[in-house]
């Protein structure tokens, strides 16, 4: 026997539900299980956006009863929302909300913008399938291994490689093949263990220029303390003693010596070692960051001297 469940509406009728079979004790009863679909409308959008982004994300979609392509994008963004806690929809229809659409500068709809700790972090306009609205949410929805990269970034300009390497290890035993976390790893080790930081330069594929300027800094890096160790493979003139005079400091960590004799080499005789000196005085720059003190007071030096 099948039961059908129902709830009386306020005009006396019976309202029933989609069916759940439960089988208990030979007796077979049909229960309805359709629930009221979610409401992501906004009430208050200072409270339901702005307060509740300092918790946790939250995602708005601005949209219309009238607009089509915002029919075939809202399913989409309420199935992953309700696949997940990292962050939260709201939606606002902006004929219902129109300060709020002029506000965020709201041109044209569909527009998605996320906001984060009360502040857009990203946004789009327009229809996206669903792998690339997955994607967009993973680059820009912020993450514990986000922040320390975004961390360890800011430890390594202020020249503390120590703090970059304990904010890092976390992220590579997580992911090994991070490939920004290696290279920005292999920048804080450049000087303290070079063949380690060779190796991490070397495995990392990267794309971004400047992360490419770091990589090829480290292994520029790498290969001079190995001939600081042995310089007698340099050719013999007269630059040779300020060169490996560079490279000893360099070794030391001297950076202030290193890069005054690597000048003095771009000056003299820039194609020794391979246009070597050149070289050296970018990867210093590069690693150490635009704001360290030995790069300010040595890079209008070393742009003069190329000239």
């Not at 090829?216 to 630059?239: C, K, M």
């Not at 400091?249 to 246009?275: E, M, P």
């Amino acid at each position: 026997m099948l039961w059908a469940l129902g709830v009386r509406n306020s005009r006396g009728g019976r309202k029933h539900f989609p069916a759940l079979l439960v089988k208990s004790t030979g007796l077979c009863i049909l229960l309805h299980s359709r629930l009221p679909p979610m409401s992501y409308e906004v009430n208050d959008f200072e409270t339901d956006v702005l307060d509740a982004s300092a918790d946790t994300p939250v995602l708005v979609d601005f949209w219309a009863p009238w607009c089509g392509p915002c029919q075939q994008l809202s399913p989409v963004l309420e199935s992953l929302a309700e696949a997940t806690d990292d962050w939260t929809l709201v939606k606002v229809n902006v004929d219902d909300h129109p300060s709020a659409a002029q506000e965020y500068g709201v041109r044209g709809i569909p527009a998605v913008k996320l906001f984060v700790e009360g502040d857009i972090e990203a946004e789009f306009a327009g229809v996206k399938p669903k792998p690339q609205l997955e994607s967009w949410l993973d680059e820009h929805l912020p993450s514990e291994e986000k922040s320390r990269i975004e961390e360890a970034k800011e430890a390594l300009e202020a020249g503390s490689h120590q703090e970059a390497e304990h904010l890092l290890w976390p992220v590579l035993e997580d992911n090994p093949d991070h490939d920004e976390a290696q290279v920005l790893m292999a920048r804080a080790l450049a000087f303290k263990d070079p063949n380690r930081a060779q190796v991490l330069a070397q495995e990392a594929e990267v794309a971004d220029p400047t992360l490419r300027q770091m990589r090829d800094g480290v292994e520029t890096i790498a290969r001079l303390l190995e001939l600081a160790e042995d310089p007698s493979a340099l050719p013999e003139n007269g630059v040779k003693d300020t060169y490996v005079a560079a490279l000893d400091a360099l070794a030391d960590q001297d950076f202030d010596a290193a890069l005054d004799q690597f000048i003095d080499v771009v000056r003299t005789d820039r194609n020794y070692d391979d246009d070597g000196a050149r070289k050296a005085c970018v990867a210093l720059f590069t690693l150490l960051g635009e704001q360290h003190p030995v790069t300010q007071e040595h890079r209008r030096t070393f742009d003069m001297a190329l000239y």
